[in-house]
């Protein structure tokens, strides 16, 4: 039997970074599957907010895989842009809905009204998560910088 110790295993996704990672799974799923039907469905009826929430769809699959794999720098850095891309979305897509909502007619896009409110058709929005949602993920990133820790360990 040896008497050295067992190695030490930093574990990444704990605590809010398992609920993180989790939630932008989620909102994949939600914003993959509503974006498909209502293209399938309604495009002609609107097709700049339907395709923009295709775009949000692959913009939180890609934010979901990079934040779980974040450990490593290259996929920190890609996690960075996707929730960079995530925040600017709903902003941009949310203040156009509100000030011109002849242009963003569709409520069920992912990030129409910032990710809140109520369709036409009764359709809930997605309560303001995607408006919440990349300010937490911000949060994280800056938190859990995998240089940070690298540059903690003994060489």
Not at 10 to 26: C, E, Q
Not at 51 to 77: E, G, H, M, Q
Request: net charge neutral.
């Amino acid at each position: 039997m040896s008497d050295a110790p067992a190695p030490t295993r930093s574990r990444r996704m704990t605590g809010i970074g398992t609920v993180l990672v989790f939630a932008y799974g989620v909102m994949a799923l939600a914003a993959t599957g509503r974006s498909f039907v209502s293209i399938a469905e309604h495009f002609s009826a609107a097709p700049v907010p339907y395709l923009l929430s295709a775009l949000a769809a692959v913009v939180y699959i890609l934010a979901t895989i990079a934040l779980f794999c974040s450990k490593s720098v290259v996929w920190y850095r890609i996690a960075w842009v996707s929730v960079i891309i995530e925040l600017t979305g709903v902003l941009v897509v949310g203040t156009l809905s509100w000030a011109v909502p002849e242009l963003f007619h569709a409520d069920n896009a992912v990030w129409s009204w910032y990710g809140g409110g109520t369709g036409e058709d009764g359709h809930y929005g997605y309560f303001w998560v995607p408006l919440v949602l990349p300010f937490l993920g911000i949060w994280w990133l800056t938190k859990h910088d995998p240089r940070a820790a690298q540059a903690e360990q003994p060489a």
